[in-house]
Structure formats: C-alpha cells, structure tokens
C-alpha cells in the first residue's frame, strides 16, 4: 500500500508539473500514438519529470510548436542520441555541478568520469561498441526513478536482474568471452538467497562487488577490499595469516579461493578438512611433510569438541529450564558460549592453531561450567521432590495416628 501511495504521489505531482509547464506538445503528440508502455506514459513517474523538467530540457526543441518540422529546425534541438552518445548526452547536466545544485545537491557529478575507468566505459569510448551497458541500459529511459524506490531498475532488490539483462543473456553477450552463468549462481547463493527470498537489504547486489558507474571485475589484490567491506573481521585475519602470502605467490584471490565468487554457500564446519565437503584438499594433501595436516586436523577437532560439548550443555540446561529451576545466570552463560563459537569458526580465516585454540578452549571451559551448574540444579530438583516425597508420607502417617488417637478419645 505505501507503494502504490508513494506512486500515485508520483502520478499526480508529475500531472500537476505538466500543467504548469504550459503546453506540451510532444507528450499530446505521442500519447496519441503510443499504448501505455510507451515514453509518454511512463514519464509521468520519472524522477526528472517530478522535479519540473520536460521532454525539451533532454531533447530540445520547443514544446510549444507543433510540427516536427519547425521543432527540429529550433536552435539547440538533439533529438535521440545514439549509443554512444548518450553518456555524454547525460552528463550535460549530472556533471554540472552548479546545475545539480538546483536539483539534488546530494547526487555525485563525476558519474561520467566513473563511467569512462569501467570496463563498459572503455569499450563503448574506445572500441565504439554499441552493445556494453551505457546510462539507459541500467537506469531506464523515460521512468528513471528514484533508487529508493522499489519499482526503480536500480533499487537494491532489482539491481541483480538489471544486470542479468545482458549478463545472464547468452546470445547478447556472444563474442564477449564472459560466463553468462552469474545471476543463476548468485540466486543460489547465501547472499542471493538474502536478497532476493528473504528482502534483506543489507546482502550484497552486483553492484556492492563490482562498484557502480565504475564497475570493474575485483581482481586478485582487491578482492580483500571488496569482502572486507562487510566481512571485516574476517579480511584481518585473512592479511595476517600465512595464507595471504601464499595465495599471492601462486596468484589465487583471498575469499574466492575457499567460498567461490557469484555462488557462495553459507559456509559449514564440515569445510575444514579432506573429504567432501572439505576444501582443504584442494591445495594440502594429509601426507604433506610440514604441519598443515595437523593444522588442519586440530583446528578442525577444537570446533568439533567446542560444538558437542556447547550441545551437551545445552541439554542439560533445557531440562534444568523445564523443570522451573533458576537458570537465568547459565543462560546468560550460554549466550557467551554461543558466542565464543561465532568467534571460533571467525578465526578459521586466521589459519594458525593458537588463536583459533585458545577462542575454542574459552568457549568449551564455559559450556562446562553451565552443564555443570545444570546438572546440579536438576540434582537439586530431584532432591527437593524427594524430600517433600519423604515429608508427605510423613505428614500423612502423623496424621493417621492423630485420626486414631481421635477416635479412642472419642469413645
């Protein structure tokens, strides 16, 4: 409902602007001949149309005249670009400073200077190739909209399937040498399956890896900026380890080595060691004569022991919860084991042993702590029914004799 509101704003300020441009031929002139999906209809939600710029501020012209003719022949008339012009037909105002200014102080005006470093820049301006993504490709023609909002072709929810207009299109991108298989393993992914199942809009689209006007593939030495920007923690101890050195000495990337690049998995425990799913087999062997296998192994055991034994104590406080004892200290415990786990399988990007064993023996010594505590309070419950057992055969054999010793009294 609010979509449909915010859109139906759209509709009527844009309405409203038209009228109070004065006449407006070229939109009564196309509507005329176009149906509903035509420019004439769809610029009413366009975010330029919105701010009080009409079809003469892109195209020139006068809107008032009303043959093509006399139109064409104003001083100042454009037209249509071509492909290859249309960056810079864009750019007459997005990199005008002081005309955004008026506009939208907030919005970059070295968008076209991006462009021009992307991979798609330099081949529509050095190659002349008129099938790379240029502004329209991306942002739309006449309903350019809003990012915000979520009928925008670069909201964040959407920006996948504008890229997989082109990219996921394996006829169009023939002759390119690039896989078109992108989107369909981004779907499937942790971060796809985030985004567009679950709408979370913080998981990463193209555009969070790739950039935007700028877009370029990460390559080896910047796929740690890139992951690091979110996995941040991770990213450190990646540098620090001996991984780092290693990887680059043979040229393999930081991240997409071990989790892929468009399908990455939600990564398991099951990940460090040699059979599938397992990945560390893949460069080590557990024959090698240095101490990766032991590395691996061990660090593999510490999760595993860290794991069952938070699992054990886990029970034992569900059945000490269950039973009504006072368990809240233990479970404010729990919350830290939990904790120390997160932190445990963090350190796996550390690849040495000490750190990763010192986090999971903290978090096993505190699982210990609350089975143990569990386990007394269960004790103590038993023993508590095992006392008001006693005390009631008690109290009811006292209460025989004084029934009896009633009714000799009695008699």
Known sequence: MKTIGLFMLTAVFAVTMAAAQGANNCLECHQTFEDDNGPSHKIARDIHFAQGLGC????GGDPALTDMDDVRAVKGYRGIPDHLQVPEFCSRCHSDADYMRQHNPALPVDQLDKYKTSVHGKRLF?????????????????????????????????????????HADAIYMAGYN????????????????????????????CNDCHGNHGAAPPGVSSLSAVCGL?????????????????????????????????KIVHPIDDMIGWKEPGICGDCHSPDEANRAPH?????????????ATRSEADQYLREATQKGMLTTDYEFLMKEVDQAVIQTRTFVHSFTLDSLAAKAQGGIEKAQRVQA???????????????LAV?????????????????RLGK
Request: aromatic letters at 8%.
């Open 56 to 59: 003469a501020d892109c195209h």
């Open 126 to 166: 050095e190659k002349k190739d008129t099938k790379v993504a240029n502004c329209i490709s991306c942002h739309s023609v006449h309903e350019i909209a809003n990012a915000k909002m979520p009928y925008s072709s670069t909201y964040h929810l959407n920006l996948p399937n504008t890229c997989a207009a082109c």
């Open 178 to 205: 690039i896989a078109t298989d992108q989107f369909a393993e981004y779907k499937t992914s942790v971060h796809g399956v985030a985004l567009l199942e679950k709408g979370d809009q913080g998981a990463p689209a």
């Open 230 to 262: 979110c996995h941040a923690i991770e990213a450190q101890l990646y540098n620090e380890s001996p991984h780092r050195a290693a990887f680059e000495d043979i040229g393999q990337p930081m991240c997409e080595t071990c989790h892929s690049n468009h």
């Open 295 to 307: 590395t691996i192994d061990s660090m593999r055991a510490g999760l595993t022991t860290l794991i």
């Open 373 to 387: 505590g569990s386990v007394e309070l269960i004790d103590q419950y038993y023993f508590r029914r095992k006392g």
């Open 391 to 407: 005390a009631t055969l008690i109290m009811t054999f006292l209460a025989i004799v004084l029934y009896v010793k009633i009714r």
